[in-house]
Each structure stands twice: as C-alpha cells, then as structure tokens.
C-alpha cells in the first residue's frame, strides 16, 4: 500500500491557466520596467529624485548591465 503511493503518484501537475497568470505577468513586468528606468535612467533631464542617490546606489548596476555612466 505504502509502495504504490510513492511510486504511482495521482497527483499530477496542472496546467496554469493564462487567464489567471496574465495579471501578474504584467505586474511583474511593470516592476521589471521600473528597475530599469531606476537602474538606466535616472539621471540628468530623466532625474525624478533629485540629488545623486539614486545613481549611487544602482552605480555598480549600471556598469554591469552596460548603461553609459561617466
Ligand atoms: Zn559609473
């Protein structure tokens, strides 16, 4: 009894429906944009913070993803 149960499982994986998967896909993909912005653009005209704290503090992020720096 205990061997069919380890070696013939029932439960099998089930398929995510996109419907409820899409609304966190963009969620995610939002938040993926604004780390972008924070880690590429934030800076000069495109500044929203103002100040170089920003900058600092994604500086090593911005050298390792290839955005010009200085
Ligand atoms: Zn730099």
Redesign the pocket.
């Known amino acids: 009894m205990m061997n069919e149960a380890v070696l013939d499982p029932i439960a099998l994986p089930s398929p995510l429906p996109v419907r409820e998967l899409m609304p966190w896909a963009i969620f995610g993909g939002l938040i993926m944009l604004l780390a972008i912005y924070f880690v590429g653009a934030e800076e000069g005209a495109t500044s929203l913070v103002p100040g170089m704290y920003v900058h600092e503090f994604v ?1 090593d992020g ?2 390792l993803l290839g955005f010009p ?2």
């Open positions: 500086h911005r050298h720096c200085h």
